[in-house]
């Protein structure tokens, strides 16, 4: 498939994007309980609780985009072949277990695969001759997650409590740091840092 994988020359996979400050874009940022044994609480806030968003699986340029995804339990997630070529998304567990397995031989074609009906890490692959083709999916049991864009991260309405806010990138690995919201704190959002290399 050259006349779409690589014409050029070769193909590099962006795995790591870091700008020239050293701050990482497409890590993941999310909040878990200080104790494990404690269920995140729901959103802080008035109002009924939305639908979980619905997630895009692109396929572009021989590529999983973006390369790092998160949902929340009940969210449907959607694939999209934006290549001129077969490629096929096989969605595993973490047992290795096939959760999906959708064929997409059309440019342009659209599907709603599955709803995202358990938490954990799902990895994505393309078995249709594109080995280097992967993504990961994280499904969360809370909305209290963000993508690093520029590496900025907003996660929206966090109740006060006692978290771990957790960074992740399928490269770089896991860092995590201590986060206390105290009760007197307005709840409208919390809003880091930079995501640093």
Known sequence: ??????????VFESTVAVSRDSLVDGALVFLEPRAPALSMPP???????PKPAAVLIDQRNCAFVPRLLAAER???IRLRNSDPVFHNVHLLDEQGATVANVSMPLVGQEVQAFLADRAGRFSVRCDAGHKWMHADLLVFDHPYFSSSKNGRYRIPRVPPG???LVAFHPVLGEKREPLEIPA???PTFYQGGYLRE
């Open 184 to 186: 007197k704190d307005d």
């Open 1 to 10: 498939d050259r006349h779409v994988c690589g014409q050029g020359g070769m």
């Open 162 to 164: 006692s978290y771990w």
């Open 43 to 49: 959103r802080a806030g008035k109002g009924p609780r």
């Open 74 to 76: 009940g969210a449907p």
